[in-house]
């Protein structure tokens, strides 16, 4: 409902998106994979600007978070054994409901097929206003639907496959995971990761030494992750293979407060809340001060974490105004969230999830140190002393290796991961005789002179916690497609002429250097200035091409090279100077040889702006020329 309301905006109603896609193939930004093979749905290959981009926005994440945050960062592999993933539960429950056309067996997502269907049904004329409520209504429940509300949905209004009209199976659940083998006899089942978190969870206890045992503290870590999407579409926005960046903050599940958090409380975000949605009300601009005062946010940590994503997504280059934090509603809550926030960003398809942003607990940590019995947890200093009374079983190792032989180990390690609970038990059942205890869904006997269960009292002056974590979540090629879309732009009045506004910070690359004509006596002031401009780490591409310097302009305005370095006959007098051109604006100013590397320098980096170096040198007055 909310992305038709959208759609009527003039703004967004002109957009060309086939247009701003044919540009960004055509200049070899991506393209899909394998395609002279015919291509593969959900794979694109990033092109020479596409791959500069793509580094430079996250060199910038880099900066934003790691550095400024003093993150731990970590290169994890991809590979993952079936039992890391198991324990964190993508084996049971990392699946899409898809359903198939009973007669060719083309699958098909069913939140998709659904939206598009109860669409379909809106736009009819024929469709009563009653109706089209009611559509409105599912689609914006759809998230949130079980399976069996699902098809109920499909039945209701009788839907059919897309294309072929045929009937369609019953909702089937199908796991994301692509399944591979480790090692040649095949004996290790193992998945790509569907994401590079559980590489942070699994390594948090050398991380905390690292740290010294000091909470609170975030590990970051870029890197691939894979999916196997039933129906992938939209180009960069449902892909099976795809880079995120992720941050996992551990904090006291007792304290989430944020020592930087004052310093952002009058930040307004565009905050979709689940009692916003539920109740059909638009998205409401709100101060995060107040949206963790009033409980909407659940925490000071969440509420920073959101503040710095909205910070880092703004300085890429997204447009305020098509970015919104929208909260997930308790049915549609990951299983391993407690609170999450995704930032959706406004594209030509409609309102795309572009970063996630959860309180996922401590359910990470704790599942991990069930599945191994190594503890997963940190110190806190207790407020005074604490003597509690102990109980814990004491094996006889000798006794057990004898009744249980080969897996006298294996009942060992199940006995020391009793809780107190189960040593009560197993200490009262002691004295009736033998007790019992289950081991991999068997029962395990054991008898007195097996185990005995020792009671002592120990004074404590730290108590262990098992850390929750808040987790900002990036999908870079989603946020890469958004910046695109909300920076393509028409050269007003010269429909011809197309550019990306990109920021300079991930323009990919940041200057071009154009001799007025081929006239060899500019050769060495080019060749000058391009050193300059390396040695600045400055990329930059000369194109010294027959054209007229208006085409040159354009074609370098259409890969979105911010600043233009012209080498006119008037650079050839002492003192050197050339021209320098913004793109955006397309004024120019007169400088220096000597200080064009330097100031073009601090452009791309954001430590200066084009309207701060426009005061400092003179303005240069050109026709930009089309011929």
């Known amino acids: 409902m909310e992305e038709k309301e959208v759609s009527l905006r003039p703004s967004l109603a002109k957009f060309d998106r086939t247009k701003m896609e044919d540009t960004l193939k055509r200049r070899f930004f991506y393209d899909q994979s394998f395609a002279i093979y015919g291509g593969v749905t959900g794979q694109y290959d990033f092109g020479p600007m596409g791959c500069a981009m793509k580094q430079n926005l996250l060199q910038a994440w880099r900066k934003h978070f790691v550095l400024e945050e003093q993150m731990l960062e970590v290169d994890c592999t991809v590979l993952t054994p079936e039992p890391i993933l198991e324990a964190s539960g993508h084996v049971a429950r990392f699946a899409d409901l898809m359903v198939k056309d009973m007669k060719n067996g083309e699958c098909f997502r069913l939140d998709h097929l659904i939206k598009a269907a109860l669409e379909k049904v809106c736009a009819e004329k024929k469709t009563s206003a009653e109706t089209k409520a009611e559509c409105e209504d599912i689609v914006i429940r759809l998230d949130g639907m079980t399976k069996e509300e699902m098809a109920a949905v499909m039945k209701k209004f009788d839907m059919k496959a897309p294309l072929t009209n045929n009937p369609l199976s019953e909702p089937i659940e199908f796991n994301l995971m692509f399944q591979t083998h480790i090692g040649p006899s095949g004996a290790i089942r193992g998945f790509l990761r569907p994401e590079t978190a559980q590489g942070i969870f699994v390594n948090f206890k050398r991380l905390l030494e690292f740290n010294q045992g000091k909470l609170p503290f975030a590990a970051a870590q870029i890197g691939n992750a894979f999916r196997n999407e039933i129906s992938p579409r939209a180009g960069l926005i449902r892909v099976r293979e795809f880079t995120m960046a992720e941050i996992e903050h551990f904090c006291d599940p007792e304290d989430k407060s944020h020592p930087k958090f004052s310093g952002v409380t009058s930040t307004a975000l565009t905050l979709y809340s689940a009692n916003n949605q539920m109740g059909g009300e638009a998205a409401k601009l709100v101060n995060i001060g107040d949206a963790v005062s009033s409980g909407m946010v659940a925490n000071e940590t969440l509420g920073y974490f959101m503040v710095r994503i909205q910070q880092f997504l703004l300085k890429m280059g997204v447009d305020n105004g098509r970015l919104r934090f929208r909260q997930h509603m308790a049915n549609e809550m990951a299983h391993y969230a407690c609170d999450c926030w995704d930032a959706e960003l406004l594209t ?42 102990i109980m814990e079983i004491v094996p006889n190792k000798g006794a057990i290796g004898k009744a249980f032989k080969k897996e006298a180990k294996s009942v060992t390690d199940m006995l020391a991961k009793l809780s107190l609970e189960q040593i009560e038990k197993v200490e009262a059942d002691l004295a009736g005789g033998e007790a019992s205890v289950e081991m991999d869904g068997k029962p395990v006997l054991l008898s007195k002179d097996m185990v005995s269960v020792k009671k002592y009292q120990k004074t404590f002056h730290v108590e262990e916690i098992i850390p929750s974590v808040i987790e900002p979540s990036f999908g870079i090629g989603r946020v890469m497609y958004a910046i695109f879309e909300h920076n393509f732009k028409v050269r007003e009045g010269d429909e011809q002429r197309t550019y990306f506004s990109l920021p300079p910070v991930i323009a990919p690359v940041k200057c071009s250097l154009l001799p007025l004509s081929n006239n060899t006596d500019f050769t060495p002031l080019v060749h000058k200035i391009g050193q300059a401009l390396t040695l600045h780490d400055i990329s930059h591409r000369v194109d010294d091409s027959s054209g007229s310097i208006g085409k040159r302009y354009a074609r370098t305005d259409e890969v979105s090279i911010p600043f233009g370095i012209t080498v006119d006959f008037d650079s050839l007098k002492e003192p050197h100077s050339v021209t320098l051109r913004e793109r955006d604006t397309t004024t120019q100013i007169r400088i220096d040889v000597d200080k064009v590397a330097e100031v073009i320098y601090q452009l791309s980096t954001g430590r200066t702006t084009w309207a701060v170096v426009t005061t400092q040198f003179p303005k240069f007055e050109a026709q930009e020329t089309k011929s």
């Open 348 to 389: 030509s398809y409609g309102w795309v999830e572009c970063v996630g942003c959860a309180d996922r607990s401590a359910y990470d940590l704790t599942q991990h140190s069930q599945a191994t019995g190594v503890k997963l947890c940190a110190e806190k200093r207790l407020p005074a002393p604490v003597t509690r009374d």
